[in-house]
């Protein structure tokens, strides 16, 4: 897997050129929503973002499981492939600050695409 970091860090820029920036301060209404609390929002970049990195990361390493915020939250079990050989990406695809506006605009344009691998017992390598 740490084999294909070339590829991966060519993934995140990509991901952040064609899902995150095209919508920083660019979000409307109906691409914010909340999750379980007005305090707890998503986004289309969130989304979308994370659908990429989901096919992207998969395609690249097909035995490996992407746990990203969205997939988590409607799929707790997904933490359960932490316990597993196979390889895990983590994923964040928007960063945002705690303190973001209501309007869920990211703070400022350092919210940026990361991912981090791991594999049980082995030392991962993080995009960010």
């Known amino acids: 897997m740490l084999s294909n ?3 991966v860090t060519g993934i995140v820029p990509t991901i952040a050129a064609e899902e995150v920036m ?3 301060r660019n979000l409307a209404d109906h691409d914010v929503a909340e999750k379980k609390h007005p305090s707890d929002l998503v986004t289309t970049a969130d989304i979308e973002a994370e659908r990429r990195f989901v096919a992207a990361l998969g395609d690249l390493v097909p035995d490996s499981t992407v746990i990203g915020e969205e997939g988590a939250d409607a799929n707790p079990g997904l933490f359960r492939a932490l316990d597993g050989e196979a390889p895990v990406w983590l994923v964040d695809p928007v960063l945002m600050a705690p303190s973001t ?3 869920a605009r990211p703070a400022s344009p350092w ?5 981090w691998a791991a594999r049980r017992g082995r030392d991962g390598f993080s995009t960010r």
Do not use: E, K, Y
């Open 5 to 7: 970091i070339d590829t």
């Open 101 to 103: 506006s209501p309007a």
């Open 22 to 24: 095209p919508r920083f």
């Open 111 to 115: 919210s940026w695409p990361s991912a």
